[in-house]
């Protein structure tokens, strides 16, 4: 970068000066002359601007911005935008891109720089995933919408390391608790346990989602019950993620993947669950429970949710990936007892997602064995511009006296 040269050139120049005059200065003075050196240098280089990126004009559009002299190419890949976008170069070699005007909301980006992905150095803000980290933008909006930040009471996320001695390691999980939320109190509060996809982590769900943001807002507006919301870790062994996006490929895969929803279910119900109401002021009545996720986390919510209702009542599952197809050996018997068990069984999926057609699919069967739910088929894709609204729309349906109407 332009700064930490010329803090090295200001450097070497003035220290290249105090040896001539002091050819074998002592210790103290050699301090003195570093010391004295950096200050220096970094005064000299107060004319120096950093390099602003991303950019959000009062009109929404977004000016992305790469310092890379050498380059050939840069591209830009983004939600804010419909495809990968060529970034032009200045004579500063700064490489620059303005959107179209963009809707209020929160995309994440990357570089591709001549063929090697690299995030934006100039912008600390990440979306954190085992795979492909990349950077996150957020283009204010209205205050009406429900990840955006209010003036109102705002709960707590409390993060909790334990030994898995089913998974067979060290894993976190976060919790969020309400505003208001009282240890001593005797009061017990209804627990939603919400699931990340795929290559996202435990942290997702706030980092990304901005879950305890939409909690905040809903609670405070009345619209949504108090409540805790559990996030765990939900891969059930190490394989499954062992080698990247490439790992869906390999031989092999599917059984490591089956065996990883089926040992994280192991862990939830006799883990997990036990850690949160052990710590935590929560009912352990299942109409007070709940379980919601989004891509492989929706998939585990039904998998979990379905064969263990009498744990919880209340199940969401956005854009459910992965979901076995032999649906009969999976639910077939369970299907006589879920209307009478289930307060809610909601399933979601953006139009252009590749996994509507499966998400669809089970919707169908659910219809043809006269298990009622809702299905919401949604414009969007396979992100968190549609699983934050999709969390918005069903939180304030948990917990209710009267349980919305399935169809």
Known sequence: ??????????????????????????????????????????????????LVSPEVHADRTITFRYNAP?????????????????????????????????????????????????????????????????NQIHVPGPKTLPWEMNDVPHGIIHRHHYRSTIVDEERDVWVYTPPGYDATSAEKLPVLYLLHGFSDAEDAWVTVGRANVILDNLIASGAAKPMLVVMPRGYGNREVVAGGWAILRTPGWQQAWQNSNARFGQSLLNEIIPLV??????????????????????????????????????????????????????????????????????????????????????????????????????PGQHNFLLWRRYLAEVIPLLFQESAPAKH
């Not at 500063?92 to 690299?118: E, H, K, L």
């Not at 891509?295 to 009498?310: E, H, K, P, R, Y």
């Open 277 to 378: 109401e052990r710590n935590y002021r929560v009912s352990s009545d299942r109409n007070a429970r709940a379980i919601a996720g989004l891509s492989m986390g929706g998939t585990q919510s039904l998998l979990i949710g379905l064969t263990a209702s009498d744990r919880f009542a209340w199940i969401a599952a956005f854009s459910a990936g992965g979901m076995p197809e032999d649906y009969d050996q999976h639910f077939l018997g369970l299907k006589d007892k879920l209307n009478p068990d289930l307060r809610l069984l909601w399933i979601g999926c953006g139009t252009e997602d590749s996994l509507i057609t499966g998400n669809k699919k089970f919707s169908a069967w659910l219809n043809a064995h006269g298990v009622q739910h809702t299905w919401k088929e949604t």
């Open 70 to 134: 050498g380059a050939k190419e840069v591209l830009l890949y983004s939600e804010a935008v419909t495809k990968a976008q060529p970034l032009q170069q200045d004579k500063q070699g700064v490489w620059s891109f303005t959107t179209a005007p963009v809707a209020p909301d929160i995309y994440v980006y990357s570089y591709i720089v001549d063929g090697r992905r690299v995030l934006d150095p100039a912008n600390p803000v990440i979306k954190y995933n085992l795979f492909s980290t990349e």
């Open 1 to 50: 970068m332009f700064e930490v040269s010329c803090l090295h050139l200001a450097a070497n120049l003035w220290l290249v000066a105090i040896k001539a005059a002091f050819p074998l200065p002592p210790m103290n003075l050699r301090r003195y002359i570093t010391s004295f050196a950096f200050i220096s240098a970094l005064a000299s280089c107060a004319f120096a601007q950093p």
